[in-house]
Structure formats: C-alpha cells, structure tokens
C-alpha cells in the first residue's frame, strides 16, 4: 500500500495533498513497524506509535476536500484518468489491508485497535482523494448505472 501511495503522491497535482500523502507513507511504515514485531519481546529501535490525531488529520483532510466537491447523487465507477484509478487501485488494496487486520484481531492475534480505525479512515480518504483529483482535472464522475431487467 505504501508503495502505491507513492504512486498517488507522483500523480496527483495538488501540493498540499502530495504533504499529507507523505504523512500517510510515514504512518504507513509505523503500522508496519508494529504488525512486525512481537509485541512479548522489546524492540531494538524505538518504533513511534500511532496517535488519535493521525487519525483526526484524514478527517481534517476528507473535510476539506468535501466542501468543494459536488455532493454524491450516484455510486462511481472508478476511472476517468489514470490518477484516479491509481488513487481508487490504492483504496482497495488499504481495504483490504484493513480486512486482515480485523482477522488478526479476530484471531486473537496483537494488533493495536487505532490501526484498524487509521485504515478505515485512510481508506475513506482516498476514496474522497480520488474524487477531489478528478475535480482538480476537471474529469467528470462515472456514474454507476445499474443494469435493470
């Protein structure tokens, strides 16, 4: 995931969301760090943890680009320009990571609560990240439409 994160930050054009894109990598390699190892043994390199506030930066960020972003009258297809379908690519591949760790927690296996809620919300963000690119290059939505028999 951190890697197509990386691909986003490369496509996308707006500044400000190549900085938060680089904050999410260095999250990501926190999470990483703390899936990693074995939470009985203590760690040789002091690993930084996960924090509220990582969190509440992607609500930050889904809110303000919401509020110059048309309201949802439709379900997307994603698509439209390759920076879209990157960020949308980069959204799954974040849910799924998160469907893994939800397994882990299910399996009694260590994982600290918070990963779980960042993924879900960093998942969110790049589904808004994906649309708020396709507004800043003036490419229109797909609008799902469903096939009636």
Known sequence: MNSYIGLVADQIIDAPSKTILKEIQDRLFTIGSSLACDPEKEPKMK???LKESDVELLEKEIDKMNEVLPAMKFF??????PTISTTHI???VCRRAER???NMQEH????EPLIIKYLNRLS???FVLARYAGHLLNVPEVAWK???N
Do not use: E, S
């Open 124 to 126: 969110d963000y790049l």
């Open 100 to 102: 893994n760790c939800v």
């Open 76 to 81: 997307i297809l994603p698509g439209g320009h």
């Open 108 to 111: 009694q296996l260590f994982i």
């Open 90 to 92: 980069t959204r799954c």
């Open 146 to 148: 469903p096939r009636i």
């Open 47 to 49: 690993i930084p943890d």
